[in-house]
């Protein structure tokens, strides 16, 4: 930043760059060039002047003693996490020299792997994406956390589109549907209570009984995997007491005979059996959705972390479109509403650099088995290079006995771009220090409200920490990568990623610019799929030899008695977000230590006691934490909250030590939720 550092107290406003929904406005106040104090935007509405506990706490995390702030190279074995420090001109010059080695050889032998440790437009998805296209490496399937509720959304709404989060304040019905909102979507929250004043009704839906479980009128526990059960029984029951819009049905949907007819198998007492709640909750359920208007349904992504996540995403999408929920703007469905920004992909990425090349694609959820596997006409060179960036793959990925052994790779290249000495960090060749969002430029889009905000830097980079995207250009200048658009700068990226769909001077004057949208997406249809209306049946998808209607598709690994009778999921920890934070001690001493929540039942019948050492484990691999004998556990299912860095829990490892490589019926994504394991007492 050209202005001196040492000026007096000030505020600027950014941008919360976590992978949340909620996409806060931070107010950060600056003394002599430190950050002193970060606080919520009263100015912006969805935030109104709250942050979470975690991100009240993000200029400790940016002025944490423990910052990588200098380039280092690896001098211990991998994984022992021994560095010396380098300098840039160094450092670059090494990734530059051994990538370019590689490349000589075959580009796809490159893999970048990152994921949404920012969602910055900028510093996520553009410098980066401009330097990978232009080398020719291996393209990285983003898929880690989103794309089967984000593919099942685009064939039935047409897109990543739904309700304003702001009028859910006015439903009558709210079913919070796989979504911990308390936890991992506290702006919604607060829209829910407010609906409740008005006299909302609000029901949890998830089989964990959460702190928002806890504060809802009514929990749906039901098995982990069998929402499109539930949905379809919910259909079941809309159709027998015709609470149906057959107006809305016949003028904005595509299948409603071959879909009317699936539901009809569905009664509630064949949905109980498979999702293990009383046939009289679903059928009550049922009643409360089909009679009351507007009933609005806040979907989340926990909810497609197993083998059937895209059907079930697809199953409860129809639901709208049969009650003409739709019709109001408090009624409808939202999962994500990141469809609705104008984001100039092209201009910010610029795929065109790939001239003719089509490199191979490699899904991230497998990254464990691909860095493994040999050459081969199938699969393509090895990978010899990894390039990693907000991301923590060693921690997060499935399967990490893998994911661990391939990183060991000796003839495996890795350089790590971090704020934190990560697991991931331990396995790095090449380490180099990256900026936090106190200090660099950004833009966003969100996924759990409608603004576009702008991120200033408050204070300049922290010891000799850079950009991604300047690291990224550096590299591009070493690797004589020609073409201007490796000059553009961070701030021009930014004004890039939207160019003039968004006002550029409205973001610099406020942090935050309104897309104009209107109230209610579907009121009169008008999807945007290839019929213009909902898609109950896709024939893009009977195309693909798959199942053209919604259905429940039965997990890949349902609890086996005798085997591993117990079906675990591994949602967030509130303090935490995904790996982020763990370090942070205030944060750490909130959660703890690594726990498994399991019902008093299940414990009894293995001698369980709360606070004891447990060994979770299966065919994959096995994990100790401590117990938490606890009544949030629904019988036959264990909840391992994530997501600890391997190396602060016991013996090194996480819950992402059983998880598998196993992938979603659309879109290509992991499944975390859906894995059997058994415990006993360590
Ligand atoms: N504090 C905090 N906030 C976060 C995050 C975090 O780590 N910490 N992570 C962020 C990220 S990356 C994401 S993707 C979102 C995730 O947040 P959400 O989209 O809300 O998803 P999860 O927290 O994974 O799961 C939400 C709930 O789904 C439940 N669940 C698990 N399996 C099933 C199932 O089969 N059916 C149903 N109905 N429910 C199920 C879980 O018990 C959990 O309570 O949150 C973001 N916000
Ligand atoms: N068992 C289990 N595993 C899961 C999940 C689960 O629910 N259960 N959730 C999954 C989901 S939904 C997701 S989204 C993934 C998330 O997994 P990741 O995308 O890996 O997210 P984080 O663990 O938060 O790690 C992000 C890293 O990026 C770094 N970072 C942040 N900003 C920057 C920056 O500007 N530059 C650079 N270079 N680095 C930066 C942070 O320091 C952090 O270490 O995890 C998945 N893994
Ligand atoms: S993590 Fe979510 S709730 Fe917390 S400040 Fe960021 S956007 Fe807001
Ligand atoms: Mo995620």
Redesign the pocket.
Known sequence: MSESILSPPREIVGAC?H?CPDTCSLVTTVEDGRAVRVRGNPAHPPTAGVLCTKVSRYHERTHHPERLLTPQRRVGAKGEGRFAPIGWDEALDEVATRLAAIAARDPQGVLPYS????M?LV?GESMDRRFFHRLGASLLERT???TAGGEALAYTLGGKLGMRTEFFAESRLILIWGSNSIASNLHFWRLAQQARRGGARLVCIDPRRTETADKCDEHVALRPGTDAALALAMMHELIRHDWLDHDYIARHTLGWPALRERALRWNPERAAQVCGVPAAQIIELARAYGTTRPAAIRLN?GMQ?CAGGGNAVRAIACLPALTGAWRHRAGGVLLSSSGHFPVDRVALQRPDLLGARRPRSINMVTIGDDLLRPASPAFGPRIDALVV?????V????ESPKVVRGFAREDLFTVV????H?DTVDYADIVLP????LE?WDIHAAYGHTDVLLNRPAIAPLGQAR??ARIFRELAARMGFAEPCFGDEDEALCRQAYGAAVDWSELMANGFARLPLPEAPFADGGFPTPSGRCEFFSARLAAQGLDGLPDHVPNHEPPAPGRYPLAMI???ARNF????FVNLRSLRSIEGQPLLEIHPHDAAARGIASGQLVRVFNQRGEYHCAAEVSERARPGVVNGL??WWRKLGPRGTN??EL?SQKLTDLGRG?V??DCAVEVERA
Request: aromatic share 12%; proline share 12%; glycine share 6%.
């Open positions: 760059p992978d994921y949404a440790g920012t910055g510093q880690i956390c989103a992504y972390r960036y907000n991301s923590n793959p921690a997060v990925a499935p771009l971090e704020q934190f990560t990256a900026t936090t969002q660099h950009s991604n591994s949602p967030p977000l995904n790996s982020t994530g997501i819950v992402n998880t992991p975390f939720y």
